[in-house]
């Protein structure tokens, strides 16, 4: 079996089935990490691009490490310093990296949508590393694969996620990918934080954390993107921190082997307490290498791609 697309753009686009051959092709790659030389020679030839519009610290790295342990070239486009200052178009930019036989654009944008601009624009084969508040692939196929791996089954979990739904990317991927797993999807946030329609997803809304929490097997706390703040859409943060933020006397809400996870970077002592992040219960840096294995898995998965290597 196979990906669809060249691209990975979203969840929402992708398949159960896909999802699982992702997933499923994951586990054998994070084997890879317990040897001694981490590398197999699967992308060897192929040209990896990174370009961040955006600061990452997991993901870039992550997205770099996948694809050298693959055998594959990487270039990162380093965008403060690149002719983007100089006012070069989105367009333009891709272009330029795409005459440079690019094989792979891994790009992560402040606008929702520029990754399928760029896949329409271009013939290599392109991920979205975050676009906007809209999605954030890797990061929900990286959280499905620990689900999956803790607990043996995602199907008929319920899982609440909780905090900054409104502008958070890592929130869409997640639904869309829990949903067609078949898991029980709560969101829990202040009003002002959820968006309109949100049910259309399948999900349930809660603005009480306690009873969100009752019998959940996943909690999944976002970050409050203190960027954000400016709008004025939380009356303080210490209010948000005592109404929604996670600590170990609130876990006694949730089932007692109930997981904890965020998708980082964390603000401690807001959305998550350092005594739940270091928690027993918490799986965050499984996560972390989780995620190395599963962009492997999506690039292997792509180079295999029919429109892919039919390009030229
Ligand atoms: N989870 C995530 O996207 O983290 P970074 O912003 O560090 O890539």
Redesign the pocket.
């Known amino acids: 079996m196979k990906l669809k697309n060249k691209d990975l753009l979203g969840l929402e686009n992708l398949d159960k089935k896909e999802i699982q051959l992702i997933m499923d092709t994951a586990g054998p790659f994070k084997e890879i990490f317990t040897r001694s030389i981490k590398k197999v020679p699967a992308l060897r030839g192929r040209t990896v691009v990174l370009l961040f519009y955006e600061?990452?610290?997991?993901?870039?790295n992550s997205f770099e490490l996948a694809a050298k342990r693959l055998s594959a070239d990487t270039l990162n486009v380093p965008v403060s310093t690149s002719s983007v200052v100089k006012g070069e178009s989105l367009i333009d930019t891709v272009k330029t990296i795409e005459a440079m036989k690019a094989d792979f654009v891994i790009i992560r944008h402040g606008m929702a949508g520029a990754a399928e601009i760029v896949s329409r624009a271009i013939k290599s084969s392109v991920i979205n590393a975050?676009d906007g508040a809209h999605e954030?692939p890797t990061?929900g196929l990286l959280d499905l694969f620990t689900i999956r791996e803790k607990k043996g089954k995602i199907k008929g979990l319920k899982v609440t996620i909780i905090g900054d739904i409104l502008h958070s990317r890592?929130a869409r991927s997640n639904i869309w990918g829990l949903k067609k797993m078949g898991a029980e999807v709560r969101v829990c946030a202040p009003a002002t934080l959820i968006p309109k329609e949100i049910e259309t997803m399948g999900v349930e809304v809660f603005y009480n954390l306690n009873k969100a929490l009752k019998d959940t097997d996943v909690i999944y706390t976002l970050r409050i993107q203190l960027e954000r703040q400016k709008e004025h859409l939380l009356p303080s943060l210490r209010e948000y921190t005592e109404f929604y933020g996670v600590t170990n006397e609130r876990l006694k809400y949730a089932k007692e082997d109930c997981l904890v996870m965020h998708?980082?970077?964390m603000n401690r002592g807001v959305e998550i307490f350092g005594e739940v992040a270091d928690g027993k219960r918490s799986v965050i840096l499984d996560q972390v290498t989780n995620g190395i294995a599963i962009r492997m898995a999506v690039l292997y998965l792509l180079a295999g791609n029919k429109q892919m290597n039919n390009r030229d």
């Open positions: 600061p990452s610290t997991r993901t870039k975050g954030h990061q890592v998708p980082g970077p």
